[in-house]
């Protein structure tokens, strides 16, 4: 709940609004970077919607239609104009595809339920154990953690009391102690990934608890939802670490995203340590 006392704007029961997410993505750019826009007097900051809709070849009134929430048939042509002239990432530009036509980009159907099989659990143990001696683990959805090695348990010892990733990573002060460059390298890419992940999944009351308790146990991750970023995931991404397994000795790590060839709804995660940057046991 917000101050006001009513449902924070991240707890809509079907994820971000289109019309929310293209103001802040129209607000975030600088209009004089922009090439071939003219800009009269100082302004610096944010396109305006009549800004957006010469970028993209359309009427004002048509653009603000869309950034009202109007539904219409939108093309795709348009949407990836408009992802080009908002310079959307990958992830941003999906999000919009699921927000404006209801299926992310190049008509790729999401899997049916269904048809999603169930993944052999003793093998995903197998996985994550032959992976030591980096630590590895999996998740579900929503982040809860369902299985992990020896080497995760050593680095990771809250994984036996809390159980999902992203409540410790908000939710718990030792984790801003260990997550070197908390905010920037660790929050805001899980805030990012947690929009991506609502928005093409709205209906999963699992995400949408996460949200909400993440956004109520934690002001700075309210404040940060606010930049309303979306990241699809982090693969390959070098982030660092400051462990007591590690004697407090900083220790670099690039994250390997995978999932599943079965399954879209889980993700395994390996910890590979970058030797060349900083020590460690």
């Known amino acids: 709940m917000d101050s006001r006392g009513g449902q924070a704007e991240g707890g809509d029961p079907d994820g971000e609004s289109l019309p929310v997410l293209l103001r802040s993505w129209r607000r975030r750019m600088n209009p004089r970077s922009v090439p071939g826009l003219v800009v009269s007097g100082r302004r610096s900051e944010g396109l305006t919607q009549s800004d957006v809709a010469r970028l993209t070849g359309v009427s004002e009134r048509w653009y603000g239609a869309l950034e009202r929430g109007n539904e219409a048939e939108y093309s795709a042509d348009f949407l990836d104009r408009l992802s080009s002239a908002l310079r959307l990432s990958p992830a941003e530009r ?4 699921l927000k404006a036509l209801g299926r992310p980009p190049a008509l790729a159907a999401p899997p049916e339920a269904d048809a999603v099989a169930e993944v052999d ?6 996985f994550l154990e032959n992976q030591a001696p980096a630590p590895a683990f999996a998740t579900d959805l929503a982040w809860n953690v369902i299985g992990y090695n020896e080497p995760l348990l050593e680095w990771f010892p809250w994984v036996t009391r809390e159980t999902n990733q992203m409540r410790w990573t908000f939710l718990e002060p030792e984790a801003r102690e260990q997550l070197v460059a908390w905010e920037q390298d660790w929050a805001r890419p899980f805030l990012g990934q947690l929009r991506y992940e609502r928005a093409h999944h709205p209906k999963d009351e ?12 934690s002001p700075a991750a309210r404040e940060m939802w606010d930049r309303r970023e979306v990241v699809e995931h982090s693969h390959g991404d070098l982030r660092r670490l400051k462990l007591p397994y590690h004697r407090g000795a900083e220790v670099a790590v690039r994250i390997v995203a995978l999932r599943p060839m079965r399954s879209d709804l889980l993700r395994v995660i390996v910890l590979m340590k970058d030797r060349g940057r900083v020590g460690g046991p």
């Open 206 to 217: 699992a995400l949408l608890q996460l949200e909400q308790d993440i956004l109520a146990g």
């Open 121 to 126: 659990e003793a093998l995903l143990q197998q």
């Open 94 to 97: 999906r999000a919009l595809y």
